[in-house]
């Protein structure tokens, strides 16, 4: 499990979504392709890979799909992805 949720954090645009999910609420994927710069397509594709490698669940509402990090993750694939996601936001200050 661990390959697979390493893989999906590989791409920038999974990452990003990965941070803007990290403080737990549920975020339509509108609001996800608006703070991300993403198509609704394109979007919703990277938004499968993070579902697929159990990053996050999802929630139909109406014609949009709301997202959330899974609050189910085993706690080794948690410690791994606080520490990537640390790491990314360390960074971004070293470059600002």
Excluded: F
Excluded at 19 to 26: I, P
Excluded at 32 to 47: D, E, K, N, P, V
Aim: hydrophobic residues 45%.
């Amino acid at each position: 499990m661990i390959l697979s949720v390493l893989s999906a954090l590989s791409d920038a645009t999974r990452l990003r979504a990965m941070h803007l999910l990290r403080d737990g609420d549920e975020h339509c994927v509108c609001e996800l392709m608006r703070a991300i710069g993403a198509t609704q397509s394109r979007m919703s594709r990277h938004m499968q890979i993070l579902k697929q490698a159990r990053l996050v669940i999802d929630r139909r509402d109406a014609q949009w799909v709301r997202y959330r990090r899974n609050p189910d993750l085993p706690s080794d694939v948690r410690a791994v992805l606080d520490a990537v996601l640390a790491v990314e936001i360390e960074m971004e200050r070293e470059a600002a």
